[in-house]
């Protein structure tokens, strides 16, 4: 991944992270991180669609994971502190509805 420098590569950023220290990450060093980590899964497997389907699952099991333990506190944390905007636009779809 040419987009992350090369003082930044997975050994660095994961010893950082696993200190608990406060780094800046940027959505491409996720990537990066998440990517090595799946490869070097990857490279101790079976290599044969067994394997892919289990890493496959195991990356949607971990993205619904964080969506129903981060995202949807988050939203509905921003759904409460805006809800007249929530109202707001409810009831400008309804008026474009027909009132509906």
């Known amino acids: 991944m040419p987009y992350i420098p090369n003082k930044q590569r997975f050994e660095k950023l ?3 992270m696993c ?7 940027n959505p ?9 980590l799946i490869m070097s899964i990857w490279e101790k497997s079976l290599k044969n669609y067994a394997s892919i389907s289990a890493i496959i699952s195991a990356l949607e099991g971990a993205k ?8 949807g506190p988050y ?19 309804k008026e474009t509805k027909g009132g509906k």
């Open 28 to 36: 491409g060093e996720v990537n990066y991180l998440v990517f090595s």
């Open 14 to 16: 994961f010893k950082e």
């Open 75 to 93: 939203e509905n944390q921003k759904l409460m502190y805006n809800f007249q905007t929530y109202e707001e636009v409810k009831d400008e779809r």
């Open 19 to 25: 200190k608990g220290e406060n780094i800046a990450i």
């Open 64 to 71: 619904f994971e964080f969506q129903r333990l981060i995202v």
